[in-house]
């Protein structure tokens, strides 16, 4: 089965609540693991290699905290999967030629790289400033909704 991993799916919740709310200020990182749910065993290795890798910055002091270390419109979901990941391959044949005797003749080789591409652009065309509007909309849409109910009640 194919499975976007935990430790993918907390990476992407610690930058989406950065993105929707402190792009601009430093937030405790207990704050942004109280948020997002993710458990601080997982926040401090996820957040070292989201650092690593140039996408967050950590502030240390009273007022420090976690920091998007870009903009959100020039932070796309590949950089951070890969970040916590590493390159994206759908199947072993796919990370080097040799790793497969059959990559020449085999039909599933190319079918899996043609699906490869598509799941690549797709993450590189998806910004966090993009997933972002998408999740204020989601929040502005169940708010009317929500404000709707409550006026229409006796």
Not at 19 to 42: C, D, I, M
Not at 56 to 61: S, V
Not at 88 to 116: M, S, V, Y
Request: hydrophobic share 35%.
């Amino acid at each position: 089965m194919f499975q976007v991993t935990r430790r993918a799916d907390y990476a992407l919740r610690i930058m989406l609540d950065l993105g929707t709310w402190y792009e601009n200020q430093p937030l405790p990182t207990s704050k942004v693991a109280e948020r997002t749910g993710v458990p601080k065993a997982f926040m401090r290795k996820i957040v070292a290699e989201l650092s690593k890798t140039g996408l967050l910055q950590t502030q240390k002091g009273p007022n420090g905290g976690l920091l998007l270390e870009r903009p959100s419109d020039e932070i796309n979901m590949l950089e951070i999967l890969e970040a916590v990941e590493g390159p994206i391959h759908l199947n072993f044949c796919l990370i080097h030629e040799d790793n497969c005797p059959r990559h020449a003749t085999c039909p599933g080789h190319e079918f899996w790289k043609d699906l490869q591409d598509v799941v690549i652009t797709k993450m590189t065309n998806e910004t966090l400033a993009k997933m972002v509007a998408r999740g204020r909309e989601k929040t502005d849409k169940r708010n009317i909704t929500l404000d709707t109910l409550e006026n229409s009640l006796p």
